[in-house]
């Protein structure tokens, strides 16, 4: 069945450096992909959709230039948090779609945590 | 704009016994409907989905849900649950070409106990 690989599945960082989330479709062509947050025992909140070769189409109230969002091949998408802080600490999860729309796969989470 | 409410935040349940988790969705179009799984710490796990077809949907582990259009509902059973059943569950709706956007509900906590 489709796979999709997240890494990492921890990180901690210290505040104002960035991180790089990946996230990658292991055995099929994931043309959009959806980066969620999770805040504790919460839905998850949908924070961009990327497909590949193009701009991700942010959520409102969710920062560009803080979540950037580069799906640059059919099997990778990143999102890089930037200048994290504190309250960018949560739980993040990556989701893909490929063509002739079956359902979504989901990675396994990342864990941010920012000191 | 489409919306999933999962009416039931927790629900507690002895092993062995029968489990319904309720999922109500509001849209005055034909959707997708899903039910997926979330172990502590962990990505969400596809349980079934319904596309079009049979009311009555199988999926993994023994759950099952059935769509009912004129309640607009999506409840998901499972007839006997084990303590591995123990989790978080989403109940999730996307309209078909809506840039396959997922709204989820806001999760139901199945805790089953021995």
């Known amino acids: 069945g489709a796979v999709v690989s997240q890494h990492p599945s921890r990180v901690i960082c210290k505040s104002g450096t960035s991180v790089k989330i990946e996230c990658r479709s292991l055995d099929f062509q994931a043309t959009t992909m959806f980066w969620y947050r999770q805040f504790p025992k919460k839905s998850l909140m949908l924070m961009a959709t990327s497909n590949e070769g193009s701009k991700a189409t942010y959520e409102q109230g969710v920062e560009k230039d803080k979540f950037l969002i580069n799906h640059a091949s059919l099997t990778l998408s990143t999102l890089t948090v930037t200048s994290a802080h504190p309250e960018d600490s949560s739980f993040y999860i990556c989701?893909?779609?490929?063509?002739?729309?079956?359902?979504?796969?989901f990675g396994s989470g990342t864990r941010l945590t920012v000191v | 704009a489409q919306s999933v409410t999962q009416l039931d935040s927790q629900v507690p349940v002895f092993e062995e016994a029968p489990v319904e988790l309720r999922c109500n969705y509001s849209s005055s179009v034909s959707v997708y409907l899903f039910w997926y799984v979330q172990y502590p710490n962990q990505g969400l796990q596809l349980l079934l989905k319904y596309l079009s077809g049979s009311t009555l949907v199988k999926g993994i582990n023994g759950f099952e849900a059935e769509f009912n259009k004129s309640q607009t509902s999506f409840h998901l059973r499972k007839p006997s649950v084990h303590i591995s059943d123990t989790a978080e569950y989403f109940c999730a709706v996307t309209l078909p070409g809506d840039g396959n956007k997922l709204v989820f509900g806001a999760g139901t906590i199945l805790r089953v106990k021995s």
């Open positions: 989701s893909a779609a490929g063509t002739g729309f079956y359902g979504y796969t």
